[in-house]
């Protein structure tokens, strides 16, 4: 079966650092994903893990730790625009299984 | 090029209406997933298509949900026999030709959904 956790909602100031931790146990793995999902839109894609490690991307960056189960998306500088829904997915082959995804809130 | 499109992008019906959503992939892309979001909840994957067969079915909840595509491209999926619980936001992603493998992936570009309640 498929299990991943994440944070329902987080709030952060503009300008201060955010980051969204993701626990999963999967029955197949080959990859750790992120997407963000603006209200009423569809999700676009943030980031991909596959090795342990930090994958940096501007202001976004994203962790991995196979042996842990463990990823962290951490959202640097928040902008207003970040508020938004994040979703953590785990790739098993050809698909995806997310998480309930995490809203986040930038307040000014 | 133009991204995953749906229609209708709304859609209200009565309980016991069958109803049919449509997806448009981006050119190109083979392989076709469904997916259904409800209030609070994750994405759930409902079916997956390469080409025109569906190798994985497994996220369909009954037999009133039925998908299909023709000529490797629109997909179509109809709920029939609509009952309330099936009101969520139905999600259409498509990729380049799905591969396995740990050193490779396939971004899911996803469609803007569509949103349906059923009264």
């Known amino acids: 079966g498929q299990n991943i956790d994440q944070p329902t909602e987080m709030t952060a100031t503009e300008g201060a650092i955010v980051q969204i931790n993701c626990t999963y146990q999967t029955s197949g793995f080959n990859g750790l994903f992120w997407y963000q999902q603006h209200a009423g839109e569809a999700p676009t894609f943030l980031s991909y893990n596959v090795l342990d490690g930090l994958e940096e991307k501007g202001r976004f960056s994203s962790f991995l730790s196979r042996s842990k189960g463990y990823s962290y998306l951490l959202l640097k500088e928040l902008q207003m625009k970040d508020s938004a829904s994040y979703l953590c997915a785990v790739g098993n082959d050809y698909k995806l299984s997310f998480g309930a995804g995490t809203t986040v809130t930038v307040r000014a | 090029g133009a991204g995953v499109s749906q229609s209708p992008s709304n859609k209200v019906t009565e309980k016991g209406k069958d109803v049919e959503l449509r997806c448009d992939p981006i050119s190109g892309h083979t392989a076709l997933y469904w997916y259904r979001q409800s209030l609070g909840q994750g994405l759930e994957f409902l079916i997956y298509?390469?080409?025109?067969?569906?190798?994985?079915k497994s996220g369909l909840p009954s037999d009133r949900f039925s998908a299909e595509r023709t000529g490797g491209s629109v997909s179509t999926l109809t709920i029939q026999r609509t009952q309330q619980e099936d009101s969520a936001v139905y999600l259409c992603?498509?990729?380049?030709?799905?591969?396995?493998?740990?050193?490779?992936?396939?971004?899911?570009?996803f469609g803007p959904g569509t949103r349906l309640t059923v009264l």
């Open positions: 298509f390469q080409g025109n067969s569906a190798p994985d």
């Open positions: 992603a498509s990729s380049r030709p799905g591969t396995s493998g740990s050193s490779s992936y396939n971004e899911q570009f």
